[in-house]
């Protein structure tokens, strides 16, 4: 009995079976299996081969479809825009405060009013103006460009005033043909200011002055650590009754006979658009919409300028989705962005 069970327990185990053991023995078999084998082998090369193709043209593709957004989404932030094959009314955006380095600029302003006045489609210009004014060399630089590039090509040119057209903004729509505001817009603010801090007597209670050396009395007139003298009052008041006049004078060359005689239009004071049409500041009543369907006839096509960052944001994220999921991001060392 133990003998049984010890040769149970402790006898050999078979001889491992080769892979070659499981084939068949035919030939023809033989054959068949390998080119079956080969068969599948050099399909799933094809296979991946071809996937390998799709996922270059999918990538070439993603690349120059985002460099071509890029572009235009660029080349739209700066105020160029496909035009329409119709015949359009090229609406210009002056909106926000007039000044060196805004929407508003005239370095932004500029390059549109030229490609309103130089594209053939566009029969008239139109200044949609939400502005409370600004600097007045700036508004000046682009009602002189107005003046220059209607000389060339000549066109109708008229000035919306939606919400506000205060001030500097009101100046430029002086030099249009026909400016005009909704029943509730508030239009004008004729005149000039001049503002400075003053921080002379809070420097006083901590006892502290400043030392400024001046070669005339008035070259620090607007230093506010310095309290005011009666010279520095004076010629300030002086410097804006002077802008003010100028701007009156031109408030005046511009609307002529349509101004009411009877009413002082350059105290500083601003109108609703119902007012100012009454004392001869508007023209008439009109909404962007009205003017541009019902007075001319035509379609609205917004030339710009247009916000920079967010055209240019929205390009980048697109690329760098791209890259990421192609796994590309840097392509032999050289970076895309």
Do not use: C
């Amino acid at each position: 009995m133990i003998e049984r069970l010890k040769q149970r327990w402790f006898r050999k185990s078979p001889p491992a079976r080769r892979a070659s053991d499981y084939l068949p023995k035919d030939g023809e078999l033989k054959t068949a299996m390998a080119d079956l084998l080969l068969s599948d082998m050099l399909r799933e090369r094809q296979s991946e081969r071809r996937w390998r193709m799709v996922r270059r043209s999918l990538l070439v593709a993603s690349g120059v479809g985002g460099f071509l957004l890029y572009i235009l989404f660029y080349a739209t932030a700066l105020g160029y825009r496909m035009m329409p094959g119709s015949d359009v009314a090229g609406v210009v955006r002056i909106e926000g405060e007039i000044s060196n380095g805004s929407l508003a600029s005239a370095d932004r302003v500029i390059p549109v009013l030229r490609s309103a006045f130089e594209a053939p489609n566009v029969k008239v210009v139109v200044l949609a103006i939400d502005s409370p004014g600004g600097a007045p060399v700036e508004a000046e630089r682009i009602y002189r460009a107005i003046e220059s590039f209607r000389k060339k090509n000549p066109k109708p040119v008229v000035a919306v005033i939606q919400n506000i057209g205060a001030s500097a903004a009101y100046m430029i729509a002086l030099h249009t043909d026909r400016i005009y505001a909704a029943n509730y817009s508030l239009v004008g603010s004729v005149g000039a200011v001049l503002s400075s801090w003053d921080f002379s007597k809070a420097l006083e209670r901590l006892h502290v002055s400043q030392r400024v050396y001046a070669s005339g009395e008035l070259k620090s007139m607007l230093n506010p650590f310095l309290p005011t003298t009666p010279e520095a009052e004076r010629k300030a008041m002086d410097l804006v009754r002077g802008m003010g006049d100028s701007f009156k004078a031109e408030v005046a060359s511009a609307r002529g006979k349509r101004l009411v005689q009877d009413v002082d239009y350059a105290t500083g004071e601003v109108w609703t658009g119902a007012q100012a049409v009454k004392i001869g500041l508007v023209d008439e009543i009109g909404t962007l919409d009205e003017v541009v369907g019902i007075r001319y006839g035509l379609k609205t096509h917004v030339m710009g300028p247009f916000q920079n960052p967010f055209p240019l944001i929205a390009a980048r994220a697109f690329l760098d989705g791209a890259m990421a999921m192609f796994g590309a991001r840097d392509a032999g060392g050289v970076r895309w962005w």
